[in-house]
């Protein structure tokens, strides 16, 4: 394998377009053209091919993490099950030949092994440069879903949903400003003006339990709606 040419990406800053004799072009980041010693014209042996096309795949999957979290903050899990899903496929009425069983299965648990390796690399990478923080993103996620009204029962479900560890749950849930009046509010636009009776009451303390609150929280605003009415 031989390296015919080595330039810069015009689109990319930082990145290098690595075109090798067999018309292929790997993309690598400048850490990689000097760690590498790469220059146009190197004779790469088997080992050192092997390397520049792990190279450019770490360099695309980091690119690719990169973009991910430039859309939206997520979990460490989240990230790692996006760079590791496969990709879609269209569908064909015959994928195989009648004598092809198909995608030999140890080969392909073995490239899944070492997309998750390279994946986790990427990760630890990111977390290292801070762009990739579960403990912040517990935060995040907890007062993103207490502004939308959600208890912290419902909060804890989508902690676990996003994949958040449970280690940082409690503490970013004692951060969660508890404001009765959030939950008195929800409770009166349930009734939409009704008399509190039993049956509407329940009601709410129903609408409020599915929103994650619990029971001495539902308790207290649903007090105040009865003294709001006796007075």
């Not at 009166?188 to 003006?193: A, E, I, S, T, V």
């Not at 609150?213 to 605003?221: C, D, L, N, V």
């Amino acid at each position: 394998m031989r390296i015919e040419k080595l330039e810069p990406s015009q689109h990319k800053q930082g990145r290098w377009l690595v075109w090798l004799d067999d018309a292929s072009i790997v993309r690598v980041g400048e850490g990689e053209v000097v760690s590498l010693g790469l220059y146009a014209g190197k004779e790469l042996s088997d080992e050192e091919g092997e390397a520049l096309c792990a190279a450019g795949e770490q360099s695309r999957l980091m690119e690719r993490a990169v973009g991910l979290l430039a859309l939206r903050p997520m979990s460490r899990k989240e990230l790692l099950d996006k760079l590791c899903a496969p990709p879609r496929r269209k569908r064909e009425k015959y994928p195989y030949d009648k004598l092809d069983d198909g995608p030999d299965p140890e080969l392909l648990q073995s490239q899944k092994e070492a997309l998750r390796e390279r994946a986790e690399a990427v990760a630890s990478r990111l977390t290292e440069l801070g762009l990739l923080n579960d403990e912040e993103y517990a935060r995040t996620v907890v007062r993103h879903y207490a502004a939308k009204g959600y208890g912290p029962r419902k909060i804890r479900d989508e902690l676990y949903r996003r994949g958040v560890p449970r280690e940082y749950w409690e503490e970013a849930l004692e951060e969660r400003e508890t404001d009765e009046d959030q939950v008195v509010k929800l409770a009166r636009q349930k009734l939409r003006g009704a008399q509190p009776s039993r049956e509407n009451l329940k009601k709410v303390s129903d609408y409020l339990a599915r929103r994650g609150y619990g029971w001495e929280e539902i308790s207290s605003a649903l007090e105040r709606i009865r003294g709001e009415w006796e007075d």
